[in-house]
């Protein structure tokens, strides 16, 4: 069972309140990405039940001495407050403090997304890449340290039941072959948390 802080007052019911609202936006968005690839947007509500396994990540990025640079490949030298990755699921909200930190590559330069507290940050992530084969892909991100000022953040991850079988949804050359949520999950986080191995990323699930 989880196990919340007496202190902050409130902290249990704004937390719960604001992962439903989450989920809420994040299956809307979801449906209606569906319709813009041609498909019944209710193709994969199955997949999103009571017992799915999406989730809130509150962040707290603390004064780092050290943060690496603001616009370069990480070379080692310094630190990120997380390093670049894609999301494993389906789809990330987020949102921020004032502080800015989220960072995108383009055109192969990071690039500091701004910080607005009244927008929320949407992020495809690689679940929905295979879906869509490769029409979304998950776009590579990472979160900056800060010399100056702590950083707070809050990610809802859309993810579906752990046996959700995932292959993209045209008949049309498949660029991937199926992906099991848990099997893939569970060798990510191997890669992500326990340095076990080879990260396994989609890549590995090409035709």
Request: aromatic share 10%; charged share 25%.
């Amino acid at each position: 069972n989880m196990k919340w802080p007496h202190s902050p007052e409130g902290f249990k019911h704004t937390t719960l309140d604001w992962f439903g609202k989450c989920r809420v936006i994040a299956l809307e968005i979801l449906r209606k990405i569906l319709l813009v690839l041609d498909q019944n947007e209710d193709r994969l509500d199955k997949f999103f039940v009571e017992e799915d396994t999406s989730f809130l990540r509150l962040n707290h990025y603390p004064i780092c001495d050290q943060p690496a640079s603001t616009h370069k490949d990480y070379d080692g030298k310094g630190t990120l407050g997380i390093y670049d990755h894609t999301d494993a699921g389906a789809l990330t909200i987020l949102i921020q403090s004032e502080i800015p930190g989220l960072q995108i590559k383009e055109q192969g330069t990071w690039k500091t997304i701004p910080a607005n507290t009244d927008e929320l940050i949407v992020n495809t992530g690689d679940l929905l890449q295979i879906w869509s084969n490769d029409a979304l892909p998950a776009p590579a991100h990472r979160v900056l340290a800060n010399d100056q000022v702590g950083r707070y953040s809050a990610a809802f991850f859309l993810n579906p039941k752990y046996e959700t079988h995932v292959k993209p949804l045209t008949a049309v050359t498949p660029k991937f072959r199926s992906v099991n949520w848990e099997e893939f999950r569970n060798q990510r986080s191997a890669g992500d948390y326990a340095d076990l191995g080879e990260e396994i990323q989609i890549d590995h699930y090409r035709i």
